[in-house]
């Protein structure tokens, strides 16, 4: 089936350091969605992305819609240590089945 | 409070039985997703259901079965024809298949032994 491409796999930051992950992809989607995981449960909804150029912000997460609708990146300011956890991207094109990147697990050290 | 309930959290079954694993919502949304996570691993899709009584089959279909007899409930059962069951799987709903904003129940982990 379609992936999308994510990147960095994994990071390790310092806390207090931000935080920058993307994913890509060859065809375009309509939305990009962005959700977190924590160790053995299912993944939460952070922000949901529709236009093409939007940026849109929740809290001191801060995503984007790439112009070109084939990429979205997230970013993370001033990482705490309860952003620790595996970050995931999904694009949707109407009516088709949401896909899902392989995912961006990040580590924090104290 | 509206939500998606996943049943059990843990579950161990002997190979070569099959297993259900319950989903519920009561979000009143109309489509259901169910995704198999390995660890490490992205989510890939089983099945899903865009509305009653009607479902498709996903990227990795073979050895499960599913039914959406009621719009709250979307079971999914893992044969014996599934090679490799241990894993943890999740369930999703989202209002219907053109409105992507899917929530996850808290998944079910599988093991197989």
């Known amino acids: 089936g379609q992936q999308l491409n994510q990147s960095p796999q994994s990071m390790f930051i310092q806390e207090g350091e931000d935080v920058s992950m993307n994913c890509t992809s060859s065809?375009?989607?309509?939305?990009w969605l962005w959700y977190k995981q924590d160790p053995g449960e299912g993944p939460v909804l952070l922000i949901a992305?529709?236009?093409?150029?939007e940026l849109t912000s929740n809290g001191r997460l801060t995503a984007q819609f790439g112009i070109t609708r084939k990429d979205s990146f997230l970013n993370i300011s001033a990482s705490i240590p309860s952003d620790v956890g595996i970050y995931f991207c999904a694009g949707h094109r109407g009516a088709q089945k949401l896909v899902f990147g392989q995912g961006t697990r990040l580590t924090i050290n104290p | 409070d509206g939500g998606i309930t996943q049943s059990p959290k843990y579950l161990f079954r002997k190979e070569g039985q099959n297993v259900t694993l319950s989903c519920e919502q009561n979000l009143n949304h109309d489509a259901m997703y169910w995704y198999r996570q390995d660890p490490g691993q992205g989510l890939r899709l089983i099945y899903y259901?865009?509305?009653?009584?009607?479902?498709q089959k996903g990227d990795i279909a073979e050895g499960y079965s599913v039914s959406r007899e009621k719009k709250e409930s979307f079971p999914l059962t893992v044969t014996s024809a599934q090679k490799n069951p241990t894993a943890f799987y999740l369930c999703?709903?989202?209002?219907?298949?053109?409105?992507?904003?899917?929530?996850f129940g808290q998944g079910t982990r599988l093991t197989v032994v």
């Open positions: 992305l529709y236009k093409a150029g």
């Open positions: 999703a709903s989202s209002w219907d298949s053109m409105n992507t904003e899917a929530f």
């Open positions: 065809s375009i989607f309509n939305t």
């Open positions: 259901s865009q509305i009653v009584n009607d479902f």
